[in-house]
Each structure stands twice: as C-alpha cells, then as structure tokens.
C-alpha cells in the first residue's frame, strides 16, 4: 500500500488544523494525521525557565530527520510511534502515539514545505494563508485556553521569535505548495482534495 502524502502548512493560526479536520471528519480511519509540532526536540536537560526562551519557529528546532524516517515508515505501511510535544512544559512528554498507516496521509505543521527531503515526500502541498492579525487573535485564545499560557507571554514570544521567524521560514514556502488557500473553510480547495481522495480510494 502506497500512501499519499498530503501537506498542511501555514502560519500559527492560519488555519491548517481547521482544514485538516475537515478532510479527517470526511474520511475517518481512511485518513491517518500526523502533527509536525510533536517533533520539537526534548530537552529534558534543560530547565523549564530556559525551555520558556528557545525559539520554536526556527527549523532547528525540530527532530525533521526523525520525522521524516516515520513519514517513510508509514508510506511503507508501517506503524509508528509518534512523540507527543507537551506545550505546557515546553518539552516532549513521555508518552508517545501510535500511529496508523492509511492510503491517505496527512502531515500538518508549520514548517512543512521548509525542508526539501520533507517537501518531496508529499504528493500534494497545501499551504494554508490568513491575515496576520486573525493569526495572532486565534494564538492567543488558543495558547491560554489550551496551553496554559499567559497573554504576557504570548505577546513576547510572537514578537521576538514567531514573527520575524514566520517572514524567514514559513511565509516563503507558500511558493512551493500546489495550493494556496485562503482559509481552512475554503470549501472549493476542500472540494478539490475531497474529490482526490475519493478518486484514490476507489481505485
């Protein structure tokens, strides 16, 4: 079974995770997702003060390398055991999940068109757009309503690294996705993958 690779990227709260529910909520188990996020680096050896200060939006701080073996392993047909990133510790919990393979994957985050050995593993890329202060309004309702942050905190941490690292990192790889989307409710695009997928499952 050969899966296809579908990529989600866009800024925080651009709306990928919406858009992304809505192919999953369409598909149930036919579609398996996996969250870049969850492969930020542990640092376990690194006080929680200190974690609160890393710059998460640059391609650095991800385990890619590990990230892309398990995308490989579930093309294969292979499950995996995903990491699960813990926000309110800023560090990788102990746990991990397993993740299904299934004839439509989809690989959702941030930084997903950023690496090129990432990049050429999707079939199709999508890259998801919004206007910067819709990004930063649903980032701070959803840091303090599921991640345990503080507005104060959310407002230096978008300052100092998210948005100067969105403009470097993120925003130019809307050039390299087949399409981009104006919002997650976009529901021609959805249309248009819906049909793809439904094309590959019949066959």
Known sequence: MKSLLIGVAGGTGSGKSTFTNRI????????????????????DDIPFEVRKEINYD???????????????KLRAGEAIDCPVYDYTIHNRSKETVRIEPARVIIVEGIMVLQNKELRDLLDIKI???????????RRVIRDVKERGRDVEGIAKQYLTTVKPMHYIYVEPTKYMADIVLNSGMNDVVFDVIKVKIESLLNE
């Open 24 to 43: 999953k909520a369409a598909f149930g188990d036919k579609v398996s997702v996996i969250y870049y996020d969850n492969y930020y680096k542990a640092h």
């Open 127 to 137: 890259y998801v757009e919004a206007d910067a202060d819709e990004r930063i309004l």
């Open 58 to 72: 640059h391609p650095d701080a991800f385990e890619t390398d590990l990230f892309i073996e398990h995308l490989r």
